[in-house]
């Protein structure tokens, strides 16, 4: 992956030490930060095209991090954190964040991550989307909104996330294993829970009746299925 600029902020030493040979080593330009405002100015100068994000810094909480950076770039964010409850990972996500690597971690595994991430954003820069639109719904992939009964509605980026994957694949199964590992990433392949916390938040958005939902349709023990009204 040559050309390309991964900026990393994190407070301590051994990581920055660690990950700048390792990242140099596979062709990354790598400029580091070890605050989290140091990180945000570092965009005025340095334009990457990932970051690497940990959530304890020593200025500012890498969640109120994460959603600042989101503002001003649309590059994938990885969050890498020893906080490993499922709140922390929500709110990261929720935040703007792509993905999230628990400490200790592999660099196997982060390189994974990351060219996973980069592919992911490359397809999605790739060309301009068509607005997706199914019964009352509009999904605007280029204004990142969604509109019901033409009424514009706030969602979260993990919440636009599942819905457009939900969108794309209308009249299809999709297995709690793929919206898992499309929306969140290979390690939450097995928390259904998770998921059936985000289907419930988006059907309380998108339904008039969530109880009895005629867009997202569970297929017991499986998936869902994304009616396709049109």
Do not use: C
Not at 22 to 28: E, I, P, R, T, V
Not at 78 to 107: C, H, Q, W
Not at 142 to 151: F, I, N, Q, S, W
């Amino acid at each position: 992956m040559p050309d390309l600029h991964v900026l990393v902020i994190d407070d301590e030493p051994a990581i920055a030490r660690a990950l700048r040979p390792a990242l140099q080593g596979h062709g990354f330009a790598v400029a580091t930060a070890d605050t989290g405002r140091a990180g945000i100015s570092q965009l005025e100068s340095f334009t990457p095209d990932l970051i690497l994000l940990d959530l304890g810094l020593p200025d500012l909480d890498g969640v109120e991090v994460a959603a600042e950076l989101r503002k001003r770039t649309g590059v994938p964010i990885i969050v890498l954190s020893v906080r490993d409850g499922e709140k922390d990972k929500i709110a990261a996500l929720d935040g703007g964040a792509n993905d999230y690597v628990t400490k200790p971690f592999g660099m196997g595994e982060l390189m994974a991550r990351i060219r996973a991430a980069l592919r992911h954003y490359g397809q999605g820069a790739a060309a301009p989307a068509q607005p997706i639109v199914i019964g009352d719904l509009t999904l605007d992939s280029e204004r990142h909104e969604l509109r019901v009964r033409g009424a514009s509605v706030h969602l979260s980026p993990t919440e636009y996330n599942l819905l457009e994957t939900l969108m794309q694949n209308a009249g299809k199964l999709v297995t709690h294993r793929t919206l898992l590992h499309r929306v969140w990433g290979a390690e939450y392949l097995g928390d259904t829970q998770l998921l059936r916390v985000y289907i419930g938040q988006l059907r309380a958005k998108i339904e008039e009746r969530p109880d009895r939902p005629v867009y997202i349709v569970t297929e017991p023990g499986i998936g869902y299925r994304f009616r396709d009204l049109q």
